[in-house]
């Protein structure tokens, strides 16, 4: 895992961006994309590069981390109608290149399983931004989901619907349920990029990167995989127990390396 502290929101969008590109620069590519407010600055910046800087994401295919159940596709809020507002819509995806879950699937526990099928059939998700909620859920994994979970069904936790109520027009309206990509599934991209910004997800932060790998803290599964990017503003950052030595390793990076 690579902790990198940056000094500002725009920083970590720039770095973010940095890495998208140049995945997405090296040929076909599967892109993992979160929604939430987190990444919308790395959205923005890839647009910019894609309006401006020729990058283009016509080879490209993404997959979406979640959706809430019962909100049709065209709703505003599913994060079908979310992801092409904030990003998919302003840069040159091909037609039915970007892949999200059913909400209003008759069968949810089927439509899990075909959307995991229809993930490993392009190939699986080279690089997966991923945001973190303030009890350290990625996706929707709230806490106790199983660590090597595969997609399914989820209830929110009262914290995660009060934190998205902003988004609705009444708390009330936040759905009760979300199919989400699994630990286990999100495990499987191969690059995972996780962002974190401002003081709010100060403890999720210290807690997924320096806490146990336990159930309790979803986002502590990461600790396991292979190719981890954490980055993180300041705020986020605020908690660390060992900023000095993550900063003291990213001033001596090898040049080489690449993210
Ligand atoms: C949401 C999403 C997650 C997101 C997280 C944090 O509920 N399902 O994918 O990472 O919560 O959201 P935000 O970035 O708005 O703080």
Redesign the pocket.
Same mark, same amino acid.
């Given at each position: 895992m690579e902790i990198i502290i940056l000094p500002t929101p725009a920083d970590v969008a720039r770095t973010a961006a940095d890495a998208i590109e140049d995945q997405v620069r090296s040929g076909p590519s599967v892109v993992g994309l979160?929604?939430?407010?987190?990444?919308l600055g790395t959205y923005q910046e890839l647009i910019e590069r894609h309006r401006t800087g020729g990058l283009s994401f016509a080879q490209a295919q993404a997959f979406l981390?979640?959706e809430y159940v019962g909100l049709p596709t065209d709703h505003p809020q599913s994060?079908h109608s979310v992801i092409r507002a904030e990003f998919t819509d302003s840069v040159d995806f091909a037609a039915g290149a970007v892949h999200g879950l059913d909400g209003m699937a008759a069968n949810p526990a089927a439509e899990a399983l075909r959307y995991d099928a229809s993930i490993e059939a392009a190939g699986g998700v080279d690089i997966q931004i =991923?945001?973190?909620? $303030?009890d350290g859920?990625?996706?929707?994994n709230e806490p106790m989901s199983s660590l090597v979970s595969r997609t399914r069904i989820k209830t =929110?936790t009262q914290q $995660?619907r009060v934190?998205?109520a902003r988004f609705f027009e009444t708390p009330e309206q936040v759905p009760d349920h979300?199919l989400?990509q699994g630990l286990g599934t999100i495990s499987q991209a191969r690059h995972l990029l996780l962002?974190g910004?401002g003081e709010?997800?100060a403890d999720a932060v210290a807690a997924a990167v320096e806490g146990p790998v336990a159930a309790i803290c979803p986002a502590s599964a990461l600790q396991l995989h292979p190719h981890v990017t954490v980055l993180v503003d300041e705020a986020a950052a605020s908690k660390l127990l060992h900023k000095e030595y993550y900063q003291y390793a990213f001033d001596r990076k090898p040049a080489w390396q690449g993210l």
């Open positions: 979160a929604t939430g407010s987190t990444p981390l979640d994060y =991923l945001g973190i909620g $303030t859920h990625i996706g929707f =929110l $995660t934190d998205n979300v989400t962002l910004l709010a997800k």
